[in-house]
């Protein structure tokens, strides 16, 4: 028997698995395995959101040109230039059939989002990755890498799941040792936690040529990653292309209402900022007072390092974290097995978090 057969390179995609959600037989438990917002949506949002229920019968504005005029305006942005998809990854996949194929190569670092190979992969071209420093996107290993292979360059900045940074002077030297034929695409989905005064998402970069990509998501500070909505700022000739291989209604009705609901909500997204700016350094301070190795930190969540020793090991530790109802990432899919990720959470799910890791750490 013949069974339909799939183009080569799709059956060596390993299929990206969320964070779970629960636990079998636990009522209440504690997910940081995501990097979902600690205070979940705007109430604003919500009631934009639930606003849409009669309305479901009705196609979405294909265009999305309301979200676009709030996201330019809350941005300083050309709305013109802004396309939105289901998520930002459907952008990134987007931009990966439109300018990569089979035997082109997709660059990016050694640690940097899964989506990446997988998106790569799909389109038939090969993923590569450039050697980090100490955990950090070196732009002279991706700049080495570069060959005529080379379509398009991903840099998540801050980075998925190390949370580390490159400024924007490094940014811009990447961009400036780059071809001009091959786009950089600038994943800045962690970028409203940021407050370092040499980051920068890369708006300037976009405007000033037409080789640059920048991607932001609601999924993160915005907490709106169940609705699956993302944007990416583009020079007007990549956003022409994106909007020709995009689907006609890639964004539902409801998840635009949501989007610009929570665009207007300022006092919220400050209070999620604030929120962040306050339990990530006390997080970080906890564990590390327990011995534990911690990567310094720009976005709302933490990369923990474990001891190699099996009892003591990352593995251990998610299985304990588990037994007291809190779900954290094992690390294992991104070549950092000995590491877990965990989300800045609630006041009480990061006090949860230390008690547990504290115990685990001094159990005999």
Same mark, same amino acid.
């Given at each position: =028997?013949?069974?339909?057969?799939?183009?080569?390179?799709? =059956?060596?995609?390993?299929?990206?698995?969320?964070?779970?959600?629960?636990?079998?037989?636990?009522?209440?438990?504690?997910?940081?395995?995501?990097?979902?917002?600690?205070?979940? @949506?705007?109430?604003?949002?919500?009631? $934009?959101?639930?606003?849409?229920?009669?309305?479901?019968?009705?196609?979405?504005?294909?265009?999305? $040109?309301?979200?676009?005029? &709030?996201? %330019? +305006?809350?941005? %300083?942005?050309?709305?013109?230039? *802004?396309?939105?998809?289901?998520?930002?990854?459907?952008?990134? %996949?987007?931009?990966?059939?439109?300018?990569?194929? @089979?035997?082109?190569?997709?660059?990016?670092?050694?640690?940097?989002?899964?989506?990446?190979?997988?998106?790569?992969?799909?389109?038939?071209?090969?993923?590569?990755?450039?050697?980090?420093?100490?955990?950090?996107?070196?732009?002279? &290993?991706? /700049?080495?890498?570069?060959?005529?292979?080379?379509?398009?360059?991903?840099?998540?900045?801050?980075?998925n799941p190390t949370g580390t940074y490159i400024s924007a002077d490094e940014m811009k030297r990447l961009r400036q040792g780059l071809p001009e034929h091959v786009p950089l695409v600038i994943d800045a989905a962690y970028a409203e936690y940021v407050t370092r005064n040499d980051y920068s998402a890369g708006v300037e970069?976009?405007?000033?040529?037409?080789?640059?990509?920048?991607?932001?998501?609601?999924?993160?500070?915005?907490?709106?990653?169940?609705?699956?909505?993302? #944007? $990416?700022?583009?020079?007007?000739?990549?956003?022409?292309?994106?909007?020709?291989?995009?689907?006609?209604?890639?964004?539902? +009705?409801?998840?635009? $209402?949501?989007?610009?609901?929570?665009?207007?909500?300022?006092?919220?997204?400050?209070?999620?900022? +604030?929120?962040?700016?306050?339990?990530?350094? #006390?997080?970080?301070?906890? /564990?590390?007072?327990?011995?534990?190795?911690?990567?310094?930190?720009?976005?709302?969540?933490?990369?923990?390092?474990?001891?190699?020793?099996?009892?003591?090991?990352?593995?251990? +530790?998610?299985?304990?974290?588990?037994?007291?109802? *809190? *779900?954290?990432?094992?690390?294992?899919?991104? %070549?950092?097995?000995?590491?877990?990720?965990?989300?800045?959470?609630?006041?009480?799910?990061?006090? &949860?978090?230390?008690? &547990? /890791?504290?115990?685990?750490?001094?159990?005999?």
């Amino acid at each position: =028997m013949s069974l339909p057969t799939p183009r080569p390179g799709i =059956m060596d995609i390993a299929p990206y698995i969320g964070g779970d959600s629960k636990i079998p037989g636990v009522t209440r438990v504690i997910k940081l395995a995501s990097n979902e917002g600690a205070l979940g @949506p705007s109430p604003r949002a919500q009631a $934009a959101y639930a606003k849409m229920a009669s309305e479901l019968h009705r196609y979405p504005d294909g265009s999305c $040109a309301e979200l676009r005029q &709030a996201i %330019g +305006a809350k941005y %300083g942005l050309d709305p013109a230039r *802004i396309v939105c998809g289901a998520g930002s990854d459907e952008l990134l %996949g987007l931009l990966c059939r439109a300018y990569c194929g @089979p035997g082109d190569e997709v660059l990016y670092s050694q640690h940097g989002f899964l989506m990446y190979a997988i998106a790569a992969k799909s389109a038939g071209a090969t993923p590569v990755t450039a050697p980090e420093t100490n955990l950090t996107t070196s732009v002279d &290993a991706l /700049l080495a890498k570069v060959t005529a292979k080379t379509k398009i360059v991903f840099v998540a900045n801050p980075n998925n799941p190390t949370g580390t940074y490159i400024s924007a002077d490094e940014m811009k030297r990447l961009r400036q040792g780059l071809p001009e034929h091959v786009p950089l695409v600038i994943d800045a989905a962690y970028a409203e936690y940021v407050t370092r005064n040499d980051y920068s998402a890369g708006v300037e970069l976009v405007d000033a040529g037409q080789n640059t990509v920048m991607c932001r998501t609601f999924s993160k500070i915005y907490a709106l990653g169940g609705v699956r909505l993302g #944007w $990416a700022y583009a020079p007007a000739n990549i956003a022409d292309v994106l909007n020709r291989v995009r689907n006609p209604f890639n964004v539902p +009705a409801p998840a635009q $209402a949501a989007g610009v609901a929570a665009l207007a909500d300022d006092e919220f997204l400050n209070l999620c900022r +604030a929120h962040n700016d306050m339990w990530l350094p #006390w997080l970080t301070n906890e /564990l590390r007072g327990l011995g534990l190795e911690v990567v310094p930190s720009v976005g709302n969540f933490i990369l923990v390092r474990f001891a190699k020793e099996p009892a003591k090991n990352a593995d251990a +530790a998610d299985k304990f974290l588990i037994s007291k109802g *809190i *779900i954290a990432r094992k690390m294992v899919p991104y %070549g950092l097995g000995d590491c877990l990720r965990i989300t800045i959470g609630t006041d009480e799910e990061n006090k &949860a978090v230390v008690a &547990a /890791l504290k115990e685990f750490v001094t159990k005999k």
